[in-house]
């Protein structure tokens, strides 16, 4: 009789331990501090790079994406030439805009400097902004803005023949996706833009 009870107690005791281990794990993975996975991005399928010439109604040409529409420009501050390159599929929108300087260093300078007042507005959430210059297969000189952060517009230029034309570009996209999962996209359209640049001619100088 006396062993039986010494058996039950041991299971007892045995059942006792088990259960407060239990609730201590239980207890512990309760206040681990929980790690979020990373966020996936859906797929971005690019189609491979195809041109076509520009509508010939402006008085510059350049050879832009197949998967792009031109669409005038219909804000209130518009000007003839003024056009949007917009890619349907990306929620992409290249805005040009187009000044014919006529021959004056003045215009010339203040177009410049209105391009470089307008790419710096980004600098309060640009991580980086890298200019360079490059010269055209037509002569040209360009300047490239790359941006870099959760900026409206990701890669903006002006190209001139520093005397009768001056084009101006910006990349932007109609959605609120960050910028890191557009990265794809983005470079997309970059190689567009600077097929653009090395297709531009000014109409008057062909």
């Known amino acids: 009789m006396l062993l039986l009870k010494k058996n039950n107690i041991t299971k007892l005791a045995k059942l006792q331990v088990w259960l407060w281990l239990g609730l201590a794990a239980a207890v512990a993975a309760c206040s681990a501090e929980y790690t979020p996975k990373p966020k996936g991005y859906n797929r971005i399928d690019l189609p491979p790079a195809a041109y076509q010439p520009l509508p010939d109604q402006h008085p ?14 219909s804000s209130g501050i518009a000007q003839p030439h003024w056009i949007n390159i917009i890619y349907p599929s990306l929620g992409a929108n290249v805005q040009l805009t187009y000044k014919s300087i006529g021959h004056s260093d003045k215009m010339l300078n203040d177009l410049i400097e209105d391009s470089r007042k307008l790419t710096s507005k980004h600098q309060i959430k640009a991580y980086s902004i890298e200019e360079s210059e490059i010269k055209t297969p037509a002569g040209d000189i ?5 941006l870099t952060g959760e900026v409206p517009s990701q890669f903006q230029f002006y190209v001139t023949d520093s005397t009768e034309h001056f084009l101006r570009g910006a990349l932007y996209f109609k959605t609120a996706t960050a910028n890191d999962s557009l990265a794809p996209v983005i470079e997309y359209v970059k190689k567009d833009i600077v097929h653009l640049l090395n297709t531009l001619e000014w109409k008057d100088k062909q």
Do not use: N
């Open 60 to 73: 510059y040409t350049f050879e832009y994406s197949k998967y792009a529409k031109i669409r005038p420009d």
């Open 142 to 146: 360009a300047s490239v803005f790359e």
